[in-house]
């Protein structure tokens, strides 16, 4: 009757051993470390740069725990934090000499101390939110007035080709604020042009202003278009730092909105807060141009003289300068895709690029044009361009689909389609906010959330003990289980632990001992009805389970409500919440059981059971079970 077959027990052992080993990663803590990661999408980190960092090390006497290539950067681990710091600027100095262009960002991070073997199984520790790990916390506010205007600024781009095909002669389109105004000849151009405005650009509001022999459109985009346009540039501009952020191998980054036009970004980990501004404001877009083959163009190139008048020098990616005209004809924003390939004739890595129907229309035409000369393709990163390639136009390149080449090699095409899909930002950003919580205020919140969950956790099985003798120790090394089951599910889920989360872990206990409280207080009632001790342990979990069952479902609900619709804070609380209802119908119900019959159930003759006083009111006198 209260008997476990084996392979329930073989659940429970392997479910056990399964916990231990994905809660130990919690308990290594984390070491101050230096991260050197790409400054450039041209820039790899390899077994070069750390060679380089072991060798700036050494000449500045500094001892690293370890120092190793992981996922694109490379991490040296160190002791304490003063070390980390000196090793920071001697790692800076070595990589980046001073007045140089930075080819690498060097900053201060925080890394899990788990031993390689842990880390093979692939047991991590929970990610720490900023109040528990420390790092920085920006609060970023959009410009959206600039996203209009430039939403303004590419439909008149888009409108003055449209018109050039439909042959609606204009006296020219200006752009005042968020309004187009298209000066027209006759009334029958102003038709023409309605129609064209009508069909093609359903989000503009037209207004018919004339006076005398002038005629004029005034085009403005309406309420409802405005309100998406800068929804779609804040969605845009969190997609954008998302790459970047994750390009650099921050754990667990926050970016959410907040309000109408402002992004929150923690980083938790990040000690440097010069190097997170850095990282937010690495965005990338391209530049297609053409090159300037003029003779005075070609002189300047080769003796490095004055750049002829509306054309730029930038360099290629063998350091050699190339004299590109001013005038841009594509750029980023006709980008629609970015996939790295090979070419299918000589097998080398290059990047296909995808443009959309505007940026088909003008790429064709502009290699129609300019059969036999040389077109540039230029990365700004960080406001400089590099040129990735500049390829000879062979002939009219058509479909919108263009490749990209430049004696890349395969890791350097992946990282530029990368930074290319990243794309730049759909609107100007201001910092309004800053601030960096230290990693000792993140310990003490660490110390404080931990002693509230042990000492809640020791109290509610000393009353257990206390109130239902040797079931109430069953309760709480079932309580203790729960515990670490829902750690270990919360590290191999990689969630992120915050204090709410903290808050929400010493709840759970309280709520999954009231399981244990259901079944011993049934026990208790059908051995007061005079049952045998094994059937009143089978009727008492048999009875509880519904009642646990239901319970437990309603709490889910408001737990995934939390889940649902709730963000930041709140979202931390209902994840763990949510876990942590789970695990205690397991732990509370399946795992207590298995004690039990592990303890009475292979005695035959029960005579009593170790569960405190029960209560006869029949009898007017209490009896002891045990």
């Given at each position: ?8 027990y073989?659940i429970?052992?392997?479910a ?6 994905y809660?130990l ?7 101050p ?9 041209t820039?790899?980190?390899d ?11 050494k000449?500045a006497d500094?001892?690293?725990?370890s ?7 490379v ?24 007045g140089?262009d ?5 900053a201060?991070?925080l890394?899990?101390r788990s031993?390689a ?8 520790p929970m990610?720490?939110?900023l ?5 920085v ?8 007035q ?8 590419s439909i008149?781009?888009?409108?003055r ?5 439909k042959?609606v ?5 200006s752009?005042?604020g968020e ?5 027209l ?8 042009a309605k129609?064209?405005?009508a069909?093609q ?6 207004q018919e ?6 005629f ?9 278009a405005?309100?998406?346009v ?10 954008t ?5 994750n390009?650099l191998g921050?754990a ?14 923690q ?5 440097d ?7 937010l ?6 530049e ?7 003779t ?13 008048f509306?054309?730029e ?5 063998d350091g ?5 005209k ?10 629609t895709d ?9 097998q080398?890595?290059?990047?296909n ?5 505007k ?7 502009v290699?129609r ?6 077109m540039?393709?230029i990365l ?6 590099e040129?990735?390639?500049a ?7 058509g479909?919108?689909r ?13 990282d530029t ?14 910092i ?6 230290g990693?000792?205020?993140g ?25 239902y003798?040797?079931f109430?120790l069953f309760?709480g090394?079932?309580?203790g289980?729960?515990l670490?089951?829902l750690?270990a599910i919360?590290s191999?889920?990689?969630a992120?632990?915050?204090l709410?989360?903290m808050a ?7 709520m ?7 079944i011993n ?8 009805n ?7 342990i089978?009727?008492g979990?048999d009875?509880?389970w519904?009642?646990?069952?239901d319970s ?7 737990g ?10 709140v979202?931390?609380f ?8 789970l ?8 795992f207590?059981r ?5 303890w009475?159930?292979?005695q035959?003759k029960?005579?009593s ?8 009111p ?5 009896v002891?079970a045990?």
């Amino acid at each position: 009757m209260n008997r476990y077959p084996v392979w329930k027990y073989a659940i429970i052992v392997i479910a056990t051993l399964l916990g231990v080993i994905y809660t130990l990663p919690n308990f290594y803590g984390e070491a101050p470390a230096v991260q050197v990661s790409s400054g450039k999408a041209t820039i790899k980190v390899d077994t070069q740069v750390l060679q380089k960092v072991e060798e700036a090390l050494k000449a500045a006497d500094l001892n690293a725990d370890s120092i190793a290539l992981e996922g694109g950067s490379v991490r040296a681990r160190f002791g304490s934090t003063d070390q980390q710091l000196k090793a920071k600027d001697a790692i800076q100095r070595a990589l980046t000499p001073e007045g140089a262009d930075p080819q690498f960002v060097v900053a201060l991070n925080l890394v899990s101390r788990s031993p390689a073997w842990l880390t093979a199984l692939h047991a991590s520790p929970m990610y720490l939110g900023l109040d528990l790990r420390g790092g920085v916390h920006f609060m970023l506010e959009v410009d959206m007035q600039a996203a209009l205007t430039q939403k303004v600024e590419s439909i008149g781009g888009d409108l003055r080709s449209l018109l050039r095909e439909k042959d609606v002669r204009h006296g020219g389109i200006s752009r005042n604020g968020e309004t187009l105004e298209i000066r027209l000849r006759d009334e029958q151009q102003v038709a023409a042009a309605k129609r064209v405005l009508a069909d093609q650009f359903a989000d503009l509001q037209i207004q018919e202003v004339s006076a005398g022999n002038e005629f004029r459109l005034i085009a403005r985009i309406k309420p409802e278009a405005s309100r998406k346009v800068q929804d779609q540039a804040l969605k845009q501009n969190i997609t954008t730092l998302h790459n970047r952020i994750n390009e650099l191998g921050v754990a667990e980054p926050v970016i959410q909105q907040q309000g109408l036009d402002r992004i929150v970004v923690q980083l938790p980990g990040v000690q440097d807060t010069a190097k997170a501004k850095d990282i937010l404001g690495r965005t990338a877009t391209l530049e297609v141009r053409m090159v300037d083959e003029s003779t005075e163009a070609r002189a300047a190139e080769q003796a490095g003289g004055v750049v002829p008048f509306g054309a730029e020098r930038y360099l290629e990616r063998d350091g050699r300068p190339l004299i590109v005209k001013k005038q841009v004809v594509l750029t980023g924003d006709n980008l629609t895709d970015a996939q790295p390939g090979f070419d299918s004739q000589t097998q080398e890595p290059v990047v296909n690029l995808t443009l959309d129907a505007k940026g088909a229309r003008i790429f064709k035409d502009v290699t129609r044009d300019n059969v036999g000369k040389r077109m540039a393709i230029i990365l700004f990163e960080k406001g400089k361009g590099e040129v990735v390639t500049a390829p000879v136009i062979r002939a009219e390149i058509g479909g919108g689909r263009v490749q990209i080449s430049g004696r890349m090699t395969t890791a350097e095409a992946n990282d530029t389609a990368l930074l290319l899909r990243a794309g730049s930002l759909a609107a100007p950003m201001e910092i309004i906010e800053e601030r960096t919580i230290g990693p000792s205020l993140g310990a003490e919140n660490i110390a404080k959330g931990f002693n509230s969950v042990t000492w809640g956790f020791l109290v509610i099985v000393a009353f257990m003990v206390v109130y239902y003798a040797m079931f109430g120790l069953f309760s709480g090394i079932a309580l203790g289980v729960n515990l670490l089951f829902l750690v270990a599910i919360l590290s191999m889920l990689q969630a992120t632990l915050t204090l709410p989360g903290m808050a929400a872990m010493a709840l759970a206990l309280g709520m999954a001992i009231d399981s244990n409280v259901l079944i011993n207080e049934r026990v208790r009632e059908e051995l007061r009805n005079g049952v045998s001790p094994q059937a009143a342990i089978h009727a008492g979990y048999d009875r509880a389970w519904a009642t646990i069952l239901d319970s437990n479902i309603t709490t889910l609900i408001a737990g995934v409500a939390l889940l649902a619709f709730g963000s930041g804070p709140v979202r931390g609380f209902a994840v763990v919440h949510c876990i942590g209802i789970l695990t205690s119908m397991f732990s509370a119900v399946f795992f207590s059981r298995g004690l039990v019959n592990l303890w009475y159930g292979g005695q035959k003759k029960l005579k009593s059971v170790s569960i405190g006083t029960v209560w006869r009111p029949d009898a007017g006198t209490a009896v002891k079970a045990d």
